[in-house]
């Protein structure tokens, strides 16, 4: 592959680095390189292990083989310090300026040892160094504003500052800057403002950016890494990069095979179980019109910031909608439904993506998980029967083959997999007809994959309707019927995929 | 709270740890001087952890959902005051009415935390200071007694048989009903589940508001029954009768092994905790312990107590 355009050795410099957590190969014998003065981008699908790859730059995983060279010698970190010594610091997406300081302070947050004057803060050194900085970089913000005065891409502006800073006190050569998706959440004039002041920034730094915006990628990288399964697949410099051909090495083999149970597949019923007419929510999603058949699985596809999260939360009442109509089985409910008691009680149901904070009460037992959404239906006599409560509960762990030495185990001591069937079993006893399920095998091992696929597919046999936001896109193509596509809070297209499957690259061609 | 796996069985410290402190008490003090067996003496420890108990079943749903309730010993004194008063003018019709009266009182703490979404020990600290100026006004900022041709109205309450009153009897009547309330009811399965996750009860479609509200209402309740039972021991009322409660019911609840976190612990811990600083006050009293120096166990019984069933997982900074 090739490496730069730099015949010399590159200036960080990662080789062979592997990583694996328990039985997952995050990175297998991945390379890459940047040098002074250059933004590289790295792209990939959602588990392709850029994430872990940036980590492990960071200092915040240790890799399990492989090694990093910085100007020829090899540096080894233990930690984010030890990262940090070296001039390297990530922008992360969830943003760390606090809001109740002001610009100086949070530019030197955690690092107010090198401002003493006798155990005293000197605000006055402070002021200047932060004047200095922000004016070496060409910032315009009053280092005294406050930080809750700033917009999103200023906040990232003084991000990129602090580590600047952080690297020159550290006396490392060349800071090296992590761009984590810093695009997500700007409107596209910020996006114009950041892109220009990279290349500013760009002849004092390094700068690693990732996004899922290939267009992005494209104008503003010098070079380009793809990374398919935890592997390198690619590298371009940019005079051959287009976004068609990242996208093509990115999604690579589209086989979707029996892995989603595909066979099974049935068609949708005719009759429209829940049918939303241009509903929209301020900063989420806008004008979303769509209608769910019964028996049907329906996709929704979209990156982080698509608005396709917030849909699913206002459908269970999580949130609102501010505007639109809602019908379930032709009645209009939308005025009704304000709460998740008031969504649960119209036949939806909602299985969340943070299946230990949300989706179970881990220090229950299964029997008093299970039967959380039958409680009232169990009571004899104005009580829940334990009786009652152990029978349905072993018919549930039977039919969906959670694994346990006994249902009164608590669910904390359950595996990922066992954990979402749970979570799973809870829905299926609730008898609800309409079920979101947002990324239901996320964490879980291949085998507990397989099975919940299954269970989907007898789910629907029952005519439940699920609405699914899938980890990946195979995963959404594999099981559903029809495909919605979101970029930007909009529907771009749906895409049906009852007959000929379509392909990830089908996809991305909309969502990118 | 840990818990050891036995083969099948698991066994639960949160509620076999009190029941050891209550027998080890018991039998210590009992060694040390005959007269802790005494007749007397026994029915002196009921009494006392029999008060207790009552208001603390209240507060133990309110912590069980993770909440605190501050408002319990100026409600104790606005309720007291309130039920003597109506004693004196109106006899027997007092009781339904303090009854109606505690409800909304408690009623009035799940609305406001309900509407107003702000933290339950400030909704109570704040309603604690309307029921202490409530019970100011009506008392006249004085105490009241009880006029002697209604002592019949309170008598039958404290009517002994053997070391037993019938308000012991209440107080074990309570114990069965609030037991079955949080075994066996939904709401009693809902209020486990809000003090274990919020949001999964929220997200599996159960109703946590109106839990909340019925949490707080049964804590207005039992404080209005506790009320009862100091008046029918001590035959008069006034506004500084309340707020010296309020610790030890807070005592009570979390040294029987309910966790301020929530979720954890119930109805039978809170028994244990009354008889176990009830025996603890006695027993220092019968073998002569200074009464300057019963706060200092009083304190740092709390505190062991807590930092023993405080789920960490849960609340991971302190302030």
Partial sequence: MKIGSNSMEPFLNMVNISKSFLNVKALQEVNFSINENEIVGLVGENGAGKSTLVKILAGVYKADQGKISMNGKDIYFNNPQDAKKHGIGIVFQEQSILNNMTVYENLFLGQEKFFLNLGVLSKERMLKEAGEILAELDIDIVPTRNANTLSFVQREMIEIARNVWLARKSNAKVPIILLDEPTTALEQNDIKFLFQKLNEIKKHVAIIFISHRLEEIVTLCDRVYVLKDGKNVDCFSKDDLSENLLRSKMVGKELVGEFYQSSMQRKAGEKVVLELKGCSKKHAFYDVSFQLKEGEILSICGTVGSGKEELCK???????????????????????????????????????????????????????????????????????????????????????????ASITVLCKNLSGGNQQKVVLGKWLLSGNKILVMSHPTRGVDVGAKQQIYTLMREMVNDEVSLIIMGDSFEEDIGLANRIIIMKDGKIMTIIDANESKPTSADLIKYIV | MKKIQFKNSTIDFTKLLPLVAVITLFTFFSLRNSQFLGLYNIGNILDFANTYFIAGIGLTFVILIGSIDLSIGAMISLDTILFIIMINAIGFWAYPIIIVIGIALGLFNGVVLMRLKIPSFIVTLGSSGIFMSLALIFSGAGPIGLVPKQLHTLSFLTARIGPFTVNHFLGLILFIVFQIIQNKTVFGKTVYAVGNSEVTTELSGLPIMRTKLISFTISGLCTALASIVIVSIMLSAAPSTGPPYMLLIIATVVVGGTALSGGLGGVYNTLLGSLLLSMLRNGMNVIGIDIYYQQIIYGAIIIAAVSLTLDRSKIKIVK
């Avoid at chain 1, 709460?339 to 029997?367: C, Q, T, V």
């Avoid at chain 1, 039967?371 to 334990?386: A, E, I, P, W, Y």
């Fill in chain 1, 314 to 404: 206002a459908i269970f009442g999580i949130t609102k909608f501010d505007s639109g109509e809602v019908y379930i089985d032709g009645v209009d409910i939308k005025g009704s439904i304000n709460s998740p008691m008031d969504a649960f009680n119209k036949g939806i149901g909602y299985l969340p993506e943070d299946r230990r904070n949300e989706g179970l009460i881990l220090n229950l037992p299964i029997f008093e998980n299970i039967t959380l959404t039958v409680l009232k239906k169990l009571k004899s006599h104005g009580m829940v029967s334990r009786k009652r409560q152990f029978e349905v509960t072993e018919k549930m762990v039977k039919k969906i083959d959670i694994r346990s």
